[in-house]
């Protein structure tokens, strides 16, 4: 079965205060990995797809990374509007047609003026 | 702008009542999802339609029912039958449901009073 763990669950920041949120994963063949931002009372916003280890991709001060097991999201001196809960998930390669989602719980980052 | 429209934005039902979610899209994806959003869980797939007149079960299918009879509408009907239906729910699609990142509306929160 395919798992998602995002750590930490919450995190507080200075502005300006660069850091990592993580997003350990468990799945039999990787398609994809799926980053996204959600505001409080709002549906998920796209930011990221990777592909493959070592991918790497870049917006604005976000950065995300990706390993075998795991993959990170960098936040480079972030800013108030910033502040969301960041979801990861992940797509199964699969022969039945079927590769859904596999969500992580996210991490509700904080950004403290 | 082409994008998901979900709605209403807040819902309340009796217990005992049927209720449906209206999700449409004008980005012309082929395939849609439903999703329930719980605090402290990932987003949890209950159904996904990949064509026209064509859906599959996600993990908690039950106690909903959905209908794909046109390419832009996948309305989500919430039944009776659903012990737990206060949750927050959003509709997704994506180009194909393979290789293409999904797109989320803005949610629907429903409440059972």
């Known amino acids: 079965e395919d798992q998602v763990t995002q750590s930490p669950e919450a995190l507080r920041l200075q502005e300006g205060e660069s850091s990592s949120l993580n997003c350990s994963y468990t799945v039999s063949g990787l398609r994809g990995l799926f980053w996204y931002r959600q505001d409080p009372g709002k549906g998920p916003e796209f930011l990221f797809t990777l592909y493959s280890a070592g991918e790497e991709k870049e917006k604005e001060r976000l950065k995300a990374t990706l390993t075998k097991k795991e993959s990170f999201l960098h936040i480079t001196a972030p800013k108030p509007e910033d502040s969301a809960t960041y979801l990861c998930a992940v797509q199964p390669i699969s022969n039945f047609g079927n590769e859904k989602l596999t969500f992580g719980t996210g991490t509700r980052l904080t950004i403290i003026p | 702008d082409g994008g998901i429209t979900q709605s209403p934005k807040y819902l309340f039902r009796k217990e005992g009542q049927n209720v449906t979610l209206s999700c449409e899209q004008n980005?012309?994806?082929?395939?849609m999802y439903w999703y329930r959003q719980d605090p402290g869980q990932g987003l949890r797939l209950i159904y996904y339609?990949?064509?026209?007149?064509?859906?599959q079960k996600g993990d908690i299918a039950e106690g909903y029912s959905v209908s794909r009879e046109k390419k832009e509408s996948f309305p989500l009907t919430v039944t009776s039958a659903q012990k737990n239906p206060t949750a927050f729910y959003l509709c997704?699609?994506?180009?194909?449901?393979?290789?293409?990142?999904?797109?989320f509306g803005q949610g629907t929160r429903l409440t059972v009073v």
């Open positions: 339609s990949q064509i026209v007149n064509d859906f």
């Open positions: 997704a699609s994506s180009l194909d449901g393979v290789d293409t990142e999904a797109f």
């Open positions: 980005l012309n994806h082929d395939a």
